[in-house]
Structure formats: structure tokens, C-alpha cells
């Protein structure tokens, strides 16, 4: 029994402005991966340079907000440059059967892990027949 | 002294054509699908800068266990080597979205500069490894007094 997915807000580009804050910052759209467990859902995403104390995860009215403001200075004179960082930001709205209020964030090697465990009524129950 | 060397002209004018048909820290600077099969991008991407005695290197590297990078140094070459787990998901599991890719990197950098391959150092944090090398001292600036008679 799936919850029906997850829907993102927003659109499909790597690069997003948000209009619903009016803010001329670029942001990343981090990549996620997302399993469902019996237990719950998992979210993985890749959140290089954002550090612990900046990371904000927050569940409101059903949006599940992602963001985390990066900052990223070399010492020196950048001599070449591949990468780019700024502020990651991804929302996705999580279905009702989600129990919000015991979800946990890990943060590990740029690496951050979603738990939001579903709600006892979502789970799957087996229920015994009783040969009477 | 260095002069004007043909071979790291030419080098360097390799690097900027790749560049520009790459679109290198252009296009993409943002795009953040690591080894992942939709985006055929090196990886790690690296950022290089440099102060007078040193030359840093920062690597990004999430989901890469800082123990089981390999990093080796030959003349004025750098090599970073390792894997990134696969994100299997196991028995059971429902795959509502797979973006993160995975898998073994290596990738070689060409340093600017001769560096001191005794001082070096790497340290990692939130997924990001920064590489510092002392350059060489025949590759550091030298001031040169001038006396007057």
C-alpha cells in the first residue's frame, strides 16, 4: 500500500528563485532519494557544505521545507573553480498518513537522512483469523 | 625562473577550450546530482585556490566516508580515489525517487604549481574535503633585495 507519493513544489529546474518569498538569492535544489519503509518514509538527500546549526527542516500545513543556508570561502586566490554553493531549498508536500511530530534529521558527510514515520492508523496491521 | 613554458601554455589553453565546451562553473555550478547516471559530470568536482605558500584544494565529497578516501600525490599530480555507497534500497521498499547516484571515483588533478609532497593535509567536514599543499620552496615567490652603490 503506497502513500501516493510525494509532490513537489516547484519546478523541475536545478536552479530556483523563490517567487514565494520574493527573494533574488539563487538556491539549489538539493537531489533526494526517497524509499518507503513499513515503518515510514526515508528521505536522503545530498547537502554538501551545509552544516548542522544552519540546516532548518520544518513540516507545516503538510510541506515539508528543506533549507539550509551555505556559505563557502577558500583562503586565497581562487585559481580555478568547478563548484558553486548556495542556500539549498526543496519542498515537497508529505501525505496525512505521515506522523510529523516523530520525524528525525541525521546529518553526516554532506549526507542528510529523512526519517517521518508513518502513523499508527497507516500501518499495515496483520489481523489474525480466529478458526472459531 | 620560469619563464614562458610552452607545454603549461598549452595546457592551460587545453584546459580553457574544454572549458568552454563544458560550460564549466557556467552552466552547471548548481546542478547537484552527484555521480548520478542522468548527468555524466566528474566527480568530485574540485575548486582550486592559492595564497603565497600554499595551494588548497577543495573537493565535494558527500556521502563519501572521510576514511576511505585515497589520496595520493605524485610530483605535481593528485589523485582522489573512492566510492560512493550505492543507496540500495532493500526488501520491501517502495522507490518513490532515486536522484542520488553512486559508485567508484578517481580523479586526477594537475596542480599549478610544484608542490612539497612532505606537507600536506586534508581535512573534511559536511561532505566537503579541503586539500592543502605547500608549494615547493623554488615555486614561492622570492623577493629580491636591490642595493644601491
Known amino acids: 500500500m503506497a502513500v501516493n507519493g510525494l509532490n513537489e513544489q516547484g519546478s523541475d529546474k536545478n536552479l530556483q528563485t523563490r517567487e514565494d518569498t520574493r527573494s533574488s538569492e539563487k538556491y539549489i535544489k538539493p537531489a533526494v532519494n526517497i524509499v518507503e519503509t513499513d515503518e515510514g518514509l526515508i528521505l536522503t538527500a545530498d547537502v554538501p ?3 548542522k546549526e544552519s540546516l532548518a527542516v520544518s513540516v507545516e500545513k503538510g510541506i515539508l521545507t528543506i533549507n539550509a543556508q551555505v556559505s563557502h ?3 586565497g586566490q581562487p585559481v580555478y573553480t568547478e563548484f558553486q554553493l548556495a542556500s539549498y531549498y526543496r519542498q515537497f508536500s508529505i501525505p496525512e498518513t505521515l506522523d510529523q511530530q516523530r520525524a528525525r534529521a541525521d546529518l553526516a558527510n554532506g549526507i542528510l537522512t529523512l526519517q517521518i514515520p508513518k502513523a499508527e492508523a497507516a500501518k499495515p496491521r496483520k489481523i489474525e483469523v480466529k478458526v472459531g | 625562473m620560469a619563464g614562458w613554458d610552452v607545454f603549461r601554455e598549452l595546457d592551460n ?9 563544458r560550460g564549466a562553473g557556467v552552466s552547471h555550478p548548481l ?9 555524466t559530470r566528474r566527480f568530485p568536482l574540485v575548486n582550486f585556490s592559492e595564497d603565497e605558500g600554499n595551494v588548497y584544494v577543495d573537493a565535494l565529497l558527500p556521502g563519501v566516508d ?5 589520496l595520493s600525490v605524485l610530483r605535481n599530480t593528485i589523485t582522489i580515489s573512492g566510492e560512493r555507497k550505492p543507496f540500495e534500497p532493500k526488501e520491501g521498499q517502495i522507490v ?3 536522484e ?7 580523479r586526477t588533478l594537475e596542480l599549478p604549481v610544484d608542490i612539497d609532497p612532505d606537507r600536506i593535509s586534508a581535512e573534511s567536514r559536511n561532505g566537503i574535503m579541503r586539500i592543502r599543499l605547500a608549494k615547493a620552496e623554488h615555486a614561492k615567490p622570492k623577493k629580491i633585495e636591490i642595493k644601491l652603490s
Open chain 1, 49 to 51: 557544505g551545509a552544516a
Open chain 1, 73 to 75: 570561502d577558500m583562503p
Open chain 2, 13 to 21: 589553453l587545453r584546459r580553457e577550450i574544454n572549458e568552454a565546451f
Open chain 2, 31 to 39: 546542478a547537484t546530482a552527484f555521480l548520478s547516471p542522468a548527468v
Open chain 2, 66 to 70: 572521510p576514511g576511505e578516501i585515497d
Open chain 2, 96 to 98: 518513490h525517487r532515486s
Open chain 2, 100 to 106: 542520488l547516484g553512486s559508485g567508484t571515483f578517481s
